[in-house]
């Protein structure tokens, strides 16, 4: 039970703690790890690789309050939702509403202890950032760079809350003091009242954002956005004409590998549905393509 392992959490998050809203997927992780014991893939809490399409893994972690799996084969991860798009299964579940809902209760954040900082302005343009191990890797400067150029003084830069003070020093130099929040800021209150938000593959701000009918850019470095934890999901936000209809149409399906116990009483079957979904797919790719065998 990775996902939720104090050890684990400690190496990832260090001294900061997951919102207790979170523990709902205690549950489903313990279900999921259970029922892929059937299969002859392994399953392995929150990592990227790409795999061939006869994957070997099954990374499962979460997203926007919800269980979400996808094998690690970038093909295969970002075919399922297509597939799930088309299914045409009964929407059941307004899953926009629920990220909406979450929003506006201010129970959105997946850390606790965030501040609702009122002394700073609101501001129209805000650059959701990664992480100081994935900031300079996954997200274009020169992109931050334009941003910060054109919107001057009306922009705010929210580094995430796993950010070294060190980075966050560097960001002041390269975009001005004035424009930076505090690590430590809850994001989605400023989130709320911006128009337009500047995020990545790897946020889970960008569903959110579109909830609020906020206008989202990304900003990825091209070649790096598929590497992307949410990638198979975000690259669908950024680019649908109607995302929040591709949101409750895709997520729907239990081909989408998105679970939501909050609201499905029928998450279970949605696992397993999905289990049998993805092993055929994988098995139509048996000795296709023949992997490098370990040493």
């Not at 997203?63 to 979400?68: P, Q, S």
């Not at 590497?227 to 690259?235: A, D, E, L």
Request: net charge neutral.
């Amino acid at each position: 039970m990775e996902m939720f392992d104090p050890k684990l959490l400690k190496e990832r998050i260090g001294d900061m703690k997951k919102a207790e809203t979170l523990n709902v997927l205690k549950d489903v992780e313990e279900y999921f790890l259970r029922k892929v014991k059937k299969y002859d893939f392994e399953a392995t809490y929150d990592v990227i690789a790409n795999e061939i399409p006869f994957f070997k893994t099954l990374n499962y972690t979460e997203y926007a309050h919800c269980f979400i799996i996808h094998p690690l084969c970038q093909e295969l991860r970002v075919n399922q939702m297509v597939d799930a798009f088309y299914d045409n299964c009964e929407e059941k579940i307004d899953f926009v509403s629920f990220f909406r809902d979450k929003i506006t209760s201010n129970s959105a954040n997946k850390y606790q202890d965030m501040i609702n900082d009122k002394d700073y302005p609101i501001r129209s343009n805000l650059v959701v950032l990664a992480g100081s191990n994935k900031l300079k890797e996954r997200i274009c400067l020169n992109k931050l760079r334009w941003i910060a150029k054109n919107h001057d003084g009306d922009v705010w830069f929210k580094p995430h809350p796993i950010t070294t003070h060190a980075v966050i020093g560097e960001m002041k130099d390269m975009f001005g003091e004035n424009n930076i929040l505090p690590r430590g800021a809850n994001m989605y209150y400023f989130l709320q009242n911006a128009d337009r938000i500047y995020t990545s593959h790897i946020s889970e701000s960008a569903i959110y954002s579109i909830s609020l009918d906020k206008i989202i850019e990304p900003t990825d470095v091209y070649h790096k956005a598929e590497q992307g934890s949410f990638f198979h999901i975000n690259k669908f936000l950024f680019t649908s004409p109607n995302p929040k209809e591709w949101i409750n149409r895709t997520f729907n399906s239990y081909k989408s590998g998105v679970i939501n116990p909050n609201i499905d009483k029928e998450w279970k079957d949605k696992i397993d549905n999905y289990l049998e979904y993805i092993n055929e797919i994988r098995q139509s790719y048996k000795n296709k393509y023949i992997d490098i065998p370990k040493k």
